[in-house]
């Protein structure tokens, strides 16, 4: 599914098996090919996704630790939300929009 531009999305369900999070930070480092993550420090996106193909609305984050070797490029993404207890949260994390902005 693309996101206004965005070609690329990783989806992630983030699940508290024990007690309710809140404030909880996640912090993840994701794989990209180096084509789609030329603007890496401009174009990463974090939206809270209600169904695998429904959008609810974007998380604040903080992409940092770019790296590139050979044809790969990875990056950490961290963003804080809250989780029930026994719950989980679907999160698309999407990117290569060259035209976006900082």
């Known amino acids: 599914m693309q996101y206004k531009g965005w070609n690329f999305e990783k989806t992630l ?6 007690g309710p999070r809140e404030r909880e930070l996640i ?3 994701i794989p990209v090919d180096e084509r789609a993550g030329g603007n890496l420090e401009h174009d990463v996106r974090v939206l809270l ?5 429904l ?10 630790r770019i790296e590139r070797h050979g044809g790969a490029a990875t990056c950490r ?5 809250d989780v029930s207890a026994g719950e989980y949260q679907r999160v698309g994390i999407y990117y290569d929009n060259p035209a976006a902005a900082g």
């Open 13 to 18: 369900l983030v699940r508290s098996r024990s």
């Open 27 to 29: 912090d993840v480092r």
């Open 49 to 53: 996704k209600k169904d695998w193909n």
């Open 55 to 64: 959008l609810e609305r974007e998380i604040p984050s903080q992409v940092y």
């Open 77 to 81: 993404v961290a963003f804080v939300m």
